[in-house]
T-cell receptor
Framework: DQQVKQNSPSLSVQEGRISILNCDYT??????FLWYKKYPAEGPTFLIS?????DKNEDGRFTVFLNKSAKHLSLHIVPSQPGDSAVYFC??????????????FGRGTQLTVWP | DAGVIQSPRHEVTEMGQEVTLRCKPI?????LFWYRQTMMRGLELLIY????????DSGMPEDRFSAKMPNASFSTLKIQPSEPRDSAVYFC??????????????FGPGTRLTVL
């Protein structure tokens, strides 16, 4: 069963507008969350992360928000650029415990930013 | 640094054949991961190694799948016999830090496997 869910397989946004990608998780023990970005014919690359002790982390145009009570996180990209067009994967992990830091990924959301 | 290297990039085979995927991690990285990407399940961890020793193989789907890491610079993922439902993109990733603390896992470009 998917412990990390990205329910929107695709998102289309105009250049300059905000892109909001959503992610839900079921395991309340997850204590660290990450977003990876993937271009065609390449492997995923790390984008941004957030610890469960925070509710927001910002890095340039990218901001991740965490709502622990709702078990929900989102990635905001402002302003969106055509080069942001890629598949975005949400991931979660437990830093401590038997899973030894393994990453649990969602299915991904294809973001398309059009001019 | 050349990054994580995977071969082949594409593999087309027939059901029942043996398939071997190869990975060379980034030099100095002592954690190596094998993932599978499908539309239905997204990115799934199959197995990971630390210092060439398998640490977590709970994601390996069944006995047809096996992975080895004979040395620090090489790993293989073998499927024998292959089935059409094994068709997917297989990624190898590595990191030099404990996965509990590391943000980044560095992924290779993947091997696209098609089993007819």
């Amino acid at each position: 069963d998917q412990q990390v869910k990205q329910n929107s397989p695709s998102l289309s946004v105009q250049e300059g507008r905000i892109s909001i990608l959503n992610c839900d998780y079921t395991n309340s023990m997850f204590d660290y969350f990450l977003w990876y970005k993937k271009y065609p014919a390449e492997g995923p690359t790390f984008l941004i992360s957030i610890s469960s002790i925070k509710d927001k982390n910002e890095d340039g145009r990218f901001t991740v928000f965490l709502n622990k009570s709702a078990k929900h996180l989102s990635l905001h990209i402002v302003p969106s650029q055509p080069g942001d067009s890629a598949v975005y994967f949400c991931a979660a992990k437990l830093r401590r415990g038997s899973t030894l830091g393994r990453l649990y990924f969602g299915r991904g959301t294809q973001l398309t930013v059009w001019p | 640094d050349a990054g994580v290297i995977q071969s082949p990039r594409h593999e087309v085979t027939e059901m029942g054949q043996e398939v071997t995927l190869r990975c060379k991690p980034i030099s100095g990285h002592d954690y190596l991961f094998w993932y599978r990407q499908t539309m239905m399940r997204g990115l799934e961890l199959l197995i990971y190694f630390n210092n060439n020793v398998p640490i977590d193989d709970s994601g390996m789907p069944e006995d047809r799948f096996s992975a080895k890491m004979p040395n620090a610079s090489f790993s293989t993922l073998k499927i024998q016999p292959s089935e059409p439902r094994d068709s997917a993109v297989y990624f190898c990733a590595s990191t030099g830090r404990d996965p509990r603390d590391a943000n980044e896992q560095f992924f290779g470009p993947g091997t696209r496997l098609t089993v007819l």
